[in-house]
C-alpha cells in the first residue's frame, strides 16, 4: 500500500473506531450487531484487516453516519 493510500487508512480506521465508540457500542457490541466477533471489529480498527464498501457501509448502518463521514 502507498503511503498516500496508508494514510487515509489509518484516518478511516480512526473515524471507524471513533464513530463506534460515540453511539456507546464496544467492539464485541458492534461484532454482534454485524455478525461478527469481536476480533473482526478490532482488526479493522487497527488496520490488520482491510474493509471493503459493503462492510464500510453495514459500519455506517450500524454506527448511524453517513458513508461521506467516514471518506472525508
Request: net charge positive; charged share 30%.
Amino acid at each position: 500500500m502507498s503511503k498516500k493510500y496508508q494514510a487515509k487508512y489509518q484516518k478511516l480506521t480512526a473515524k471507524l473506531r471513533s464513530a463506534r465508540q460515540e453511539v456507546g457500542l464496544t467492539q464485541v457490541q458492534a461484532g454482534k450487531l454485524l455478525k461478527k466477533p469481536q476480533a473482526y471489529v478490532s482488526k479493522i480498527e487497527r488496520g490488520e484487516r482491510g474493509v471493503d464498501a459493503v462492510e464500510l457501509a453495514e459500519f455506517a448502518r450500524i454506527y448511524k453516519k453517513s458513508l461521506n463521514y467516514f471518506i472525508n
